[in-house]
């Protein structure tokens, strides 16, 4: 068994400290020699292109055209929406100076102090200021809306306390900004763009999500309204994993970004933004991965498939490599990854384990046995199933296994979720159940007196208002004042 | 006419304004308002979004993973490789504090005096400091090598003059970063990409370069050779359009990365890094376009194909639209994209100008005389001739177009640059040439003494010892003193 498996913490030990040994173990990143960054290695940053890359179609297909703007923003554009300073200001990077100059004694570089800027560029924390400083002069009539832009980006916000993926200072993301012409068409974009999420969480992530509406005490600073996606992981935590904001006017008004409506008024434009991040790869990771190490859904993992050979010479190796090669090609031909390790540098058993930390979804093991047999032996990440099934139409029979494995595992989180939501309506039953984790729905006055009070006593906030909270007269469990539906409670990432 | 058009300076008046105009009027990018920054706007973007995806595809090929590192690197890493600091120091964007805070009035925002770093980090200029600081954790044995990365990112270093795409404070690129065991094995790696980049160029670009090595003094700042893909813009004027470096052991030894090789000994490990970045936007537009706007090659082209409607009324609109329809098809089906315009708001003759502007390939109108003909009006951008061809296989008809204008544009660049080379032997002839633009094969003695005087003379640089350089013993124009082989000048962006 390989040493990095061996040495893994077990979930039901320290939930905690498992992800935090995985994310190294299984080569997806590590921590930076620089404060709160993290190092993506390539396998981890293979998962997040494909991410990418199913994401970009999907907005593509929703009309948003990609673009890029700067990494850097004047100070002075972060006050000009009041909310929006306090919730960004506290945390940012800032540059000051342009220029280093050699030390004196020539060993060592040295701020140059003459090289002071006029105004401090804060490293863009999100881009709405910067952007909508832009769509001023892009903007001047409704034939020049909708405008659907969306940015790849990296950004900074100094975090205190970080965790690799989950809360790193500079992450990689992506940032949707529209401009509309009207406020319901805005809100309908930002539901619009809610629901990718929920969908690429669900079709490629295989990541069961409640979608809802934010408090207003939990909404993006400068938002009038933030929609959700929350994902539970295994330990009955939940963890954020894309927000979609309807501005309203608020950055129109800030920027100035006015236009000519089809009634030849002159009107503030209405605001959307959107985003989700390298945090994905957290939820991926905390959501379907056990004791062995990660465990991916066939859509995202960048092999899909491993092909282990066992030999006992080389003349049954060539056996197994001729054997081989066709169902590579096979599998190939089908857009499926295979990868076939015949390195004989490591013993098959190294590799197993190697692939399981790595969750390579699908494992494949063929020796001369097998080949007189006709057969292969078939494992499942998943569930570790072993299965010996016969060579003829092997290919068609792991391109259904890998199908099941996607569904599976989506079944399994989904699974978990349902049994770990709990309907609560005392507050001594809220109190006891917020220990033992998952999403508790109780009845909220609506109040953020009363949601502070209950963060403060439980640790637990309101995930969210879910979209399809069916009207329910009730009492708030804390106060007793009246509510009209129940909400999600959580503790959270 | 469109106004965008008509405005626009011809290359003869002022082929540098003409360049500055078409990249804003085309929609490609704008200045932001932070200096020295710009804004790609999604037209531009999505060119570039093309060049990436067939650059990593060929990077993929050749073995190469992507990664992510840190936007942000600890200054004391830039003075570690003491060429390096003098090559990137001086135009670093610098932060020196992590918080900003209320002013006393409440009404902006101030920096935190209190948040001051204790050392000061800089925006990457260049990635070679914090990877190879990374790469000390990853490299112990010559099992691990060689390593092949590839990062795409921004990147920034503070520029007094900027051009859009050319030169900008902060630009996007891809760094390659490698690390082998053998000098002869990176070598041969940074050779390689050279290659893969010229590849790139030719067959994507339509962009005709000459590979060769850089002088001494025109090194990456930390090289031992750097490589270069030259080409010649309209002007005569070069444009360095991507480099690959060979490191030797100089940030092995700078960050003290050792590898046991095979022999059992510890040794420093030997390292390539190369990049191309958003300035072969600039070459790309600057090679290809005219004085009615972009030409773009058909390989990288967001839309190959426009179909424009001529109509008299709704009848014969949709008599048009269903004859397009089934053409539309056809050619997305093999994988060119199209756009059918008939968009009501605008004019024939207004969308014919603008997509001309855009460099869209090819352009095809279709009106009620054409189809009672059975035919249909085809305009190649490039050499914007019109032909009228039949509508029986006008989908082969156009797809081989495409193939023919890719070709045809290339040819273009390279016969303007075959036209533009010149064997020069005397200082005088050396003057007046370079005046008139153009690449000069010239004799050098190989100091840099003397190449440093021809540029003071003349503006005139080394671009590069060409890759087939033939031998050829000759005497310096200015020194007299022997040369071996010819050596490209030219003045250049």
């Known amino acids: 068994m390989a040493k990095e498996l061996k040495d893994l913490t077990k979930r039901s030990e320290n939930y905690s400290q498992w992800y935090n040994e995985l994310v190294v173990k299984a080569d997806l990143a590590e921590p930076s020699s620089v404060r709160g960054c993290m190092v993506i290695k390539p396998y981890g940053y293979a998962i997040w292109e ?39 200001a506290k ?13 004196p004694d020539g060993d060592s570089v040295i701020v140059d102090p003459e090289a002071r800027l006029e105004e401090e560029l804060i490293i863009r924390p999100t881009s709405e200021t910067i952007i909508w400083n832009t769509y001023r002069n892009w903007i001047s ?41 009207t406020s319901e068409e805005a809100q309908a974009k930002a539901i619009e763009m809610l629901n990718v999420y929920r969908d690429f969480a669900h079709n490629f992530m295989a990541l069961p999500v409640v979608t809802g509406v934010k408090t207003a005490n939990e909404r993006f600073a400068g938002a009038l309204e933030t929609y959700t996606i929350e994902a539970m992981m295994q330990d009955g935590k939940a963890l954020q994993s894309g927000t979609s904001h309807y501005l309203g006017q608020n950055f129109a008004k800030a920027f100035d970004v006015k236009f000519v409506n089809n009634e030849n008024n002159l009107d503030y434009v209405w605001a959307t933004s959107w985003g989700v ?44 490599d001729a054997k081989v090669a066709p169902i590579v090609a096979n599998l190939r031909s089908r857009g499926i990854s295979v990868k076939y390790d015949n ?34 032996e078939v494992m499942r990440r998943d569930t570790l199933e072993k299965d010996t099934v ?6 068609d029979y792991v391109a259904r296994l890998l199908d099941d494995i996607q569904q599976g595992i989506y079944n399994k989180a989904l699974k978990l979720r ?7 309506d ?10 033992k984790g998952g999403f508790i729905l109780a009845h909220w006055d609506g109040t953020t007196e009363t949601e502070e009070r209950i963060k403060e006593l439980t640790k637990a906030t309101i995930r969210c208002i879910p979209m399809d909270a069916p009207d329910e007269e009730g009492v708030d469990m804390l106060t007793g004042k009246p509510s009209h539906r129940r909400v999600i409670f959580a503790r959270n990432y």
């Open 390 to 395: 016969t060579l003829d139409g092997i290919e």
């Open 277 to 320: 991040s390298t945090r994905l790869m957290g939820a991926l990771i905390m959501t379907h991965s056990d004791d062995n190490g990660l465990v991916l859904p066939p859509k995202l993992a960048p092999i899909q498939v491993v092909i282990v050979p066992v030999y006992k010479n080389d003349e049954q190796l060539k056996e197994v």
């Open 418 to 424: 349902e049994s770990m939501t709990f309907k609560v």
């Open 343 to 376: 390195a004989d540098n490591k013993r098959p058993g190294f590799k197993f384990a190697d692939y399981e930390l790595k969750g390579v979804p699908v494992r494949l093991v063929l020796g001369a046995r097998d080949i007189a047999n006709n057969t292969i």
């Open 50 to 88: 494909k991410m990418q890359h199913e994401l970009d179609q999907m907005f593509k297909l929703t009309g948003v055209q990609n673009a890029y703007f700067p990494l850097l923003i004047p100070k002075s554009y972060l006050s000009k929406e009041a909310s929006h300073v306090k919730g960004f």
């Open 141 to 181: 009539s409704y034939r020049d809306l909708p405008l659907l832009i969306n940015q790849w980006a990296n950004v900074f916000r100094w975090e205190m306390r970080t965790r690799l993926f989950l809360r790193t200072a500079e992450f990689l993301w992506q940032e949707g900004h529209t401009a509309h012409a």
């Open 91 to 103: 945390e940012c990077a800032v540059v000051t100076h342009y220029r280093l100059k050699s030390s």
């Open 426 to 435: 005392t507050w001594e039953e809220f109190q006891e159940q917020i220990e």
